[in-house]
């Protein structure tokens, strides 16, 4: 029974793990791509997928990250207190996430700048 409990605990600390990155992930491309040079961004052309995929990720944090990212910060509190978790899983997830928050800011500051 106590393996059963086990397995029963990997898999709520993976769901909670991959809805948790699922939410972040936009906010986390955004900030990501704003790291990179301004001269490599102009390599990339605007009607490629790349390009069109960060927009829409813009787009998607401009719209949700009210939502979503307080979501994933309580779904990164649970992990956190989770013994079923990795350190390495509690450790990523909240780099992720403190990445994501400066995503979300930078695409609100942005929006402040065109309003």
């Known amino acids: 029974m106590i393996n059963g409990e086990k397995r029963e605990g990997f898999w709520v600390t993976l769901?909670?793990?991959?809805?948790?990155l699922l939410l972040m992930t936009p906010a986390d491309i955004v900030e990501?791509?704003?790291w990179l040079p301004k001269?490599?961004?102009?390599?990339?052309?605007?009607?490629?997928?790349?390009r069109?995929?960060?927009?829409l990720c813009e787009?998607?944090?401009?719209?949700?990250?009210r939502f979503y990212l307080p979501l994933a910060l309580v779904?990164?509190?649970?992990?956190?207190?989770?013994?079923?978790?990795?350190?390495?899983?509690?450790?990523?997830?909240w780099i992720?996430?403190?990445?994501?928050?400066?995503g979300a800011v930078r695409v609100e500051t942005?929006?402040?700048?065109?309003r």
Do not use: C, M, Y
């Open 75 to 93: 779904l990164n509190v649970f992990l956190l207190f989770r013994k079923q978790a990795p350190v390495w899983l509690k450790v990523f997830v």
């Open 59 to 65: 787009i998607t944090v401009a719209l949700g990250d």
């Open 15 to 20: 769901g909670t793990a991959v809805l948790s």
């Open 39 to 50: 001269r490599l961004l102009d390599l990339i052309p605007s009607s490629s997928r790349v």
């Open 32 to 34: 990501f791509f704003s």
């Open 96 to 102: 992720l996430l403190i990445v994501a928050f400066l």
């Open 110 to 114: 942005e929006l402040g700048h065109v």
């Open 52 to 55: 069109t995929f960060v927009d």
